[in-house]
């Protein structure tokens, strides 16, 4: 069976790290059709259009979408493409790798942040020259969706323990409230455990002690922002990959932005994608595919090429080329 794979590489260094990830997926035996779509400044610029309705329309309808960077359009690219997907929640795991620098090397985090609403809702205004205002929208549906994700995601596997909800409930009562509240009365109808932290705390706490933190339920921005924080705890952002999981199909993409700083240097460190293709495989049911990239990225995180990021000298297109070897 063929699968149809969207690949929007976007800005900076998406145009980088996504060749180097199709790559790795065409080293395996699948049949994929690849289908490449221009999405993101680039394109803005010379359309007026940041994302073309045809690359909506192809993640709409592709079995997976792997997606780079979105740059100053990103609100205009990324959020509108997850919902293509139809994604509720985005799933990004932070952990430390064998060999590599890291500030806490007991870091193994997955965050789960709710990927619809909150303050990415869209709602912003500008009301007079002084004043702009933003609407945070959160819902018990959307909350109760990510809990039952949540509830699935901890109890089909046998290394998690429940998960942690983090909020700020104490100051945005009734939007973080009835999100805390939520998580919480669907986890304890499903049996499962859970605590929770405010985010403010959990920032200091992930710092000091990461390990007393496995899995963590939170809303979109916290989500975006905390799993930023956890991978300064790891390595940098070239190591965090994501998945934006909706009921019918996925979205793939890097944690990481367009790296403005090194796009077009050909030294951008492309794990973070290749580790996204890995969840893109799992996710379409090729286990033993996913575990022998993601077995093929540790290798090659320990023992080289690394790129700069990782004090490394390597290009981007050396990291593919050894992780194919190895695979
Ligand atoms: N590949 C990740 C990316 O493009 N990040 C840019 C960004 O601003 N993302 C916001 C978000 O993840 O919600």
Excluded: W
Excluded at 109 to 114: A, D, G, P, S, T
Excluded at 122 to 139: A, K, P
């Amino acid at each position: 069976m063929t699968h149809e794979i969207a690949v929007i590489p976007g800005d900076g260094i998406g145009q980088e790290v996504i060749p180097a990830a199709v790559e790795v997926l065409e080293a395996l035996d699948i049949d994929f059709e690849f289908v490449e779509a221009d999405a993101g400044d680039a394109v803005l610029e010379e359309t007026g259009e940041a994302l073309p309705q045809e690359t909506y329309d192809l993640a709409a309808s592709a079995d997976a979408t792997l997606f780079g960077a979105a740059g100053d359009s990103a609100a205009d690219v990324i959020l509108p493409l997850r919902e293509a997907v139809g994604s509720f929640v985005n799933i990004r795991p932070a952990k430390a790798y064998p060999g590599i620098d890291a500030v806490r090397p007991e870091t193994d985090l997955v965050f789960l942040r709710e990927n619809t609403e909150g303050v990415y809702a869209g709602l912003e205004d500008r009301l007079t020259q002084d004043v702009s205002t933003l609407t945070r929208v959160v819902t018990e549906s959307a909350s109760e969706t990510l809990a039952e994700f949540a509830c699935d995601y901890v109890s089909d596997a046998d290394d998690h323990d429940g998960f942690t909800i983090v909020h700020k409930a104490n100051v945005m009562r009734e939007t973080d409230g009835l999100f805390r509240d939520t998580v919480k009365s669907v986890a304890d109808d499903r049996g499962v455990d859970t605590d929770e932290v405010l985010m403010d705390a959990f920032a200091t706490r992930v710092c000091l002690e990461p390990e007393q933190f496995d899995v963590v339920a939170c809303p979109n921005l916290a989500g975006d922002v905390l799993s930023d924080l956890a991978a300064g705890l790891v390595g940098g952002l070239g190591l965090l990959p994501s998945a934006n999981v909706g009921p019918e199909r996925a979205l793939f993409e890097p944690v990481h932005g367009t790296a403005p700083d090194i796009a077009g240097e050909g030294i951008a460190n492309p794990a973070a994608t290749i580790i996204s293709a890995a969840m893109l495989l799992e996710y379409l049911g090729y286990e033993d595919e996913s575990e022998r990239v993601n077995e093929a990225v540790e290798v090659t995180l320990e023992e080289g090429p690394r790129t700069a990021d990782l004090g490394g000298d390597a290009s981007t297109e050396d990291v593919p080329e050894a992780i194919i070897e190895r695979l």
